[in-house]
């Protein structure tokens, strides 16, 4: 039987480019398996929404279907053949066969799950290089599966061992307990990378829109080379007090007042919050200052990723839209500080008002992320 993929408009680039595979794809055309559908990614602000979750479908779908496993059995993971959602047909294509899939917890929080994706291979093949996927949705919703399931297939045939992992969100969780998941999501596939045949010396993180703020802050802790080969981030906010005003300019649109909350419930205070004299903050008629909440002013110091560029940090590629609610200047700031530290930095824009994961519907996003990928993570190159 063949497995025939139902896409929604918005990832139907993706799906076309799918069926000519870009130069560098695999030229073989991979054995069909059975049918499944995939949801259409809602618009950024569109009605009935709430804003994007960083992945390529509807926030909500059904995550895999695969039993969770706190640490690798074998590596004998179940493929996923459960189908993924029902939608308007709009584009229709043969899909590759599914790879195999588990989902195991690093943690031992319900959050701290991860996604694997991975081919067989024999007793000596090479290890493949792994990408990390960090989902979106303003630190406060989003999931490592729906959303990514059908981009995780695809690298897979690229030749990489794929995870996507879910972290602690806001505001139940405050700064830094993403990152700290996001560490540990890493430490856990170098690990049992031997599991799936991974290198765990070659691994980049992909992140979008907050799970993009993510992956920036691994590629730059410490010496970020020590920690991942390589970052692709699509309309990261890199500085959240940046995405912190911006969301009380005139004319800010309903997301980006959204991201502006959504900085207060990560870090669990308000910056520039008025204390007044004698009073509790905000509750009295003193003259009062504009301060800041205690703490808060280190914690977004912390949370934007210029303050901990250094030299040895890892290469990275910056993707936003044109008319992005997450403006260019979320990067070109980030990038220019990386240049200045002798990291390559690339910032590349797309045409639209598209945000995250909603880049994939520019034809040319998807190849020139998987060359970029190879690029960095091909053996021998700069650790």
């Known amino acids: 039987m063949r497995k025939v993929l139902v896409c929604g408009a918005a990832f139907a680039a993706t799906c076309v480019s799918a069926v000519a595979l870009p130069g560098g794809a695999h030229a073989n055309s991979p054995a069909p398996t059975p049918s499944a559908t995939v949801p259409a990614v809602p618009p950024a602000d569109g009605p009935g929404t709430t804003g994007p979750s960083g992945g390529p479908e509807t926030p909500g779908t059904e995550s895999p279907s695969a039993s969770s496993t706190t640490l690798p059995e074998n590596g004998q993971g179940a493929p996923d053949g459960e189908p993924d959602g029902t939608v308007t047909a709009q584009a229709v294509m043969v899909t590759p066969e599914l790879p195999k899939f588990r989902t195991y917890a690093y943690g031992k929080a319900a959050a701290q799950k991860i996604d694997a994706y991975w081919r067989d291979s024999g007793p000596r093949a090479t290890p493949r290089p792994v990408v990390?996927?960090?989902?979106?949705?303003?630190?406060?919703?989003g999931d490592k599966g729906g959303g990514w399931k059908y981009f995780a297939r695809r690298l897979t045939e690229e030749g990489f061992v794929v995870m996507s992992a879910n972290y602690r969100l806001a505001p139940k969780a405050h700064w830094p307990a993403q990152r700290d998941d996001s560490m540990s999501a890493l430490a856990f596939?170098?690990?049992?990378?031997?599991?799936?045949?991974?290198?765990?010396?070659?691994?980049?993180?992909?992140?979008?829109?907050?799970?993009g703020q993510l992956a920036t802050q691994l590629g730059t802790l410490g010496t970020g080379t020590r920690q991942v080969r390589g970052v692709v981030a699509l309309s990261p906010p890199n500085n959240p007090f940046l995405a912190y005003t911006d969301g009380a300019k005139p004319g800010a649109t309903p997301s980006q007042r959204k991201l502006r909350q959504a900085v207060v419930d990560l870090m669990n205070c308000v910056p520039g919050a008025r204390t007044e004299t004698g009073t509790e903050a905000g509750t009295g008629t003193g003259t009062g200052t504009e301060t800041g909440d205690e703490g808060c002013w280190p914690r977004l110091d912390d949370a934007s990723t210029v303050t901990h560029v250094s030299p040895g940090d890892a290469p990275m590629l910056f993707m936003h839209a044109t008319g992005d609610f997450v403006p260019v200047t979320q990067s070109t700031g980030l990038a220019g500080a990386l240049r200045a530290a002798g990291v390559e930095a690339t910032v590349k824009t797309v045409e639209g008002h598209m945000h995250a994961a909603q880049l994939?519907?520019?034809e040319h996003t998807y190849p020139t992320i998987v060359s970029w990928l190879k690029k960095n993570l091909k053996p021998g190159s700069t650790e």
Do not use: C, F, P, T
């Open 360 to 362: 994939l519907e520019d």
């Open 189 to 211: 596939i170098k690990k049992h990378a031997r599991v799936w045949n991974a290198d765990a010396s070659r691994v980049a993180v992909i992140g979008s829109s907050a799970g």
């Open 132 to 141: 990390l996927i960090l989902h979106g949705g303003y630190w406060l919703q």
